[in-house]
């Protein structure tokens, strides 16, 4: 067996070498201590008697000690000197304990299961209005398999990995598109993701530290609160009515707190389907940019308004950090999405996403930059039209079908619906009670990061065929009359 403590790990040192005397003791000694050659607690001789016996400077035993307590290896008391410091972290071990059972605890949001959901494939027969994702027509299909026809010969985007910033040219398509939109970005600020998923994760992550506080709307994407919560950040609600988050409730808030970021979704909201109004637009970006908290804008649905409004991120390159997708636009499973931020913080955030990924798919990314240029303008008006149509639809039916006590958020569009049952009926009650009918959708308590939500729900139009919009609103109707509403 080898020898303990010292002087079996007095280091040894090669002069002649190009590795710093202090790294050569200090890894020497890190190794002494991981592999329990100087075991815990063992004291370490005092700085200056190691640098007499190794005939070197005080100053490079000071250097290789200060190392070992960065790494959480030794520990130093004024009076007492150097010790190996105990394992830190792990409950001890007994035999009969399995290594899952001493993992670290485990972060999930109160609905752990709500990414899962808007994302699995929809089984059976129920109707359902859980997805958002863009109905089945228009289609993009035909197009979209053209462009990736197109660019599926060319070995340089489909047998390789490209940069993990985004393909070039698509990067400056995006550029493009927001310029239009009333932004200054260039191909520079825009960062290509997989999905806009992997963006709330990544300011998640880069922008603030478990515990730290962030402003989120409520209502708000359910998504991105499991996201937050996973993160261990505490997401203090601001309330939404019919002219997006409540500005004022932010401008308090930001009196006495000190939130790492304000998510917003100011382009048909997600879930009430609201677009904040021009002037709460702007007193946001300044009070963000007084309060110095900046701004993460969410806007997947932003190029499906109406009439569209410029981004917050037109008002303030500085102070907002703006994520988008086409999923919504064109379709989920291209999994491609972007963020645009401040040169300062744009590296931060990079580094971390070539952690995920190490890059997003070059095969699709230069398929979609096709399909920008070929054939995008011509889908979205069609896309817009029949969101529109859908809602015409969904409004007559609910009229049709159900009391008028169930209240439909006023000033919405896009892909949802967001509802209101009377006090006395809970949404998981009707949810329960439409299930059976053969009808589905997402109660409201998974929008809300406290409490709230139990009488709301939310009803995607998008994921069914028009015919099935209306038979679903009908279900849901004889599932209201059978919760006893009027
Ligand atoms: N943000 C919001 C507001 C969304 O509604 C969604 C999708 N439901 C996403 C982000 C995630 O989109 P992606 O498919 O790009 O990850």
Redo the contacts with the bound molecule.
């Keep these: 067996m080898r020898e303990m403590g010292w002087p079996a790990a007095m280091p040894s040192i090669d002069r002649d070498s190009i590795v710093p005397i202090y790294q050569q003791i200090y890894e020497e000694l890190r190794e002494a201590i991981l592999t329990g050659t100087l075991p815990e607690l063992t004291r370490l001789p005092p700085e200056r008697t190691l640098a007499e016996k190794l005939n070197v400077n005080r100053s490079t035993v000071v250097h290789a000690y200060r190392e070992l307590v960065t790494d959480g290896l030794i520990e130093q008391r004024v009076g007492s000197g150097s010790r190996v410091a105990r394992a830190a972290g792990h409950p001890p071990r007994s035999a009969d304990v399995p290594w899952w059972v001493t993992l670290p605890p485990w972060r999930v949001g109160s609905f752990p299961q709500v990414l899962g959901e ?1 994302a699995a494939t929809i089984h059976g027969e129920r109707i359902s209005f859980v997805q ?1 994702v863009p109905p089945v027509e228009p289609s993009p299909l035909g197009e979209l398999a053209k462009s990736f026809a197109r660019v599926a010969n060319d070995p340089s985007y489909v047998l390789t990995y490209g940069d993990s910033e985004g393909h070039a040219p698509l990067r400056e398509a995006i550029a493009a598109r927001m310029r239009s939109r009333g932004c200054e970005t260039t191909a520079r600020d825009v960062l290509v993701l997989t ?4 963006g ?1 994760t990544l300011v998640a992550q880069s922008l603030a530290e478990p515990g730290d506080e962030i402003i989120v709307e409520a209502p708000t ?1 359910p ?2 609160l499991q996201i937050f919560q996973i993160a261990g950040l505490r997401a203090i609600p601001v309330a939404v009515d019919e002219d997006g988050m409540r500005v004022d409730h932010v401008e308090a808030i930001l009196r006495t707190r000190r939130p790492r970021f304000i998510y917003t ?1 100011p382009a048909l909201h ?1 879930p009430t389907g609201v677009t904040m109004n021009d002037d709460r637009r702007e007193r946001l970006v300044t009070l963000a940019q007084r309060a110095r908290v900046p701004i993460v804008e ?1 806007d ?1 649905y932003g190029e499906l308004v109406q009439h569209p409004r410029g981004p917050l991120a037109a008002l303030s390159s500085d102070y907002v950090v703006y994520l988008s ?1 086409f ?2 636009t064109i379709a ?1 499973s291209l ?1 491609l ?1 972007w963020i645009t931020a401040p040169r300062t913080i744009f590296e931060r955030l990079l580094l971390r996403k070539q952690s995920y990924d190490m890059a997003t798919s070059l095969y699709v990314q230069a398929g979609v930059r096709d399909y920008l240029e070929t054939a995008y303008d011509a889908h979205l008006p069609r896309l817009r039209a029949e969101l529109e149509a859908r809602r015409a639809i969904a409004r007559d039916a609910i009229a049709e079908h159900w009391p008028k006590t169930m209240r439909l958020a006023k000033g919405g569009g896009g892909f949802y619906l967001w509802l209101t049952a009377p006090r006395e009926m809970r949404a998981r009650a009707l949810l329960d009670a439409a299930e059976r009918n053969g009808a589905t959708f997402l109660f409201g308590e998974a929008f809300f990061a406290a409490s709230g939500g139990d009488h709301n729900f939310r009803m995607a139009i998008t994921p069914v065929s028009r015919e099935e919009l209306v038979s679903g609103i009908e279900r849901i109707g004889a599932a209201i009359a059978s919760v006893g509403a009027r």
């Design positions: 808007l958002g999905g806009s998923t992997q709330i994407y998504g991105a979704m997600n969410d997947p997708t999923s919504k989920p999994r999405g």
